[in-house]
């Protein structure tokens, strides 16, 4: 489940600051966090997207860097990965700022992962399968008499599919990848076409062998 505004703005109130959303109308005095929302939607993968902007006030320039620290350790556990930081100061005023961004990409309401076991090697490894298509081809055999169409569906063509394995997987798939070996999904015979590494998760996408 991605997480909501509220579940970033408690975990952010048990630090030693005042908490806003947004910039707040009036002169809040450091250590401060203002929260803006800057993302909160749902890919055509089914796959929902997060991204926040903090902005972090402090007397010194230590003591911005102490509070972004413990701002990591407070929404770590809401899937929240850290992509900017940017150090910079409030005109006429003797106040640090420093600007972080931290993004988050999870299943959506209606792409809820299906548990599946993936063979690498002859290991059998815990997959969660987030996408899964497969193309059928339609021939016509409409002949020059008949009044409508006629069409019959054909074999499967090559699917593809895509899914999510914990980092411990990462050798065991290089090593699959590298080598060209086919995979296991299911029953299914399968290739890897790519490997990537996302919010500390293993994102592979697969396509039939046949």
């Not at 100061?89 to 106040?95: F, G, H, Q, V, Y």
Request: aromatic share 2%; hydrophobic share 40%.
């Amino acid at each position: 489940m991605s997480p909501s505004m509220r579940d970033l703005y408690t975990a952010l109130s048990a630090l030693p600051c005042a908490v806003t959303r947004g910039w707040p109308q009036a002169l809040v005095p450091p250590p401060a966090i203002a929260i803006t929302q800057l993302d909160d939607s749902l890919r055509e993968d089914g796959l929902r997207r997060t991204q926040v902007e903090l902005t972090l006030r402090a007397a010194t320039p230590e003591a911005a860097d102490a509070l972004a620290g413990q701002v990591d350790q407070a929404i770590g556990p809401l899937g929240l990965r850290r992509s900017l930081c940017r150090d910079g100061a409030e005109k006429d005023r003797d106040t640090f700022v420093k600007t972080l961004r931290y993004d988050s990409l999870m299943p959506g309401p209606q792409a809820v992962p299906q548990e599946y076991t993936l063979t690498l090697g002859g290991q059998p490894h815990a997959a969660r399968l987030l996408h899964r298509q497969r193309q059928r081809p339609l021939a016509d055999m409409t002949t020059l008499g008949d009044a409508v169409h006629h069409l019959r569906a054909g074999a499967p063509l090559r699917g593809t599919a895509k899914v999510l394995l914990n980092a411990a997987s990462l050798t065991a798939a290089q090593v699959a990848f590298a080598a060209g070996q086919p995979v296991t999904l299911g029953d299914d015979p399968m290739l890897i076409h790519t490997l990537t590494i996302k919010n500390s998760q293993l994102e592979l996408e697969l396509a039939d062998t046949q």
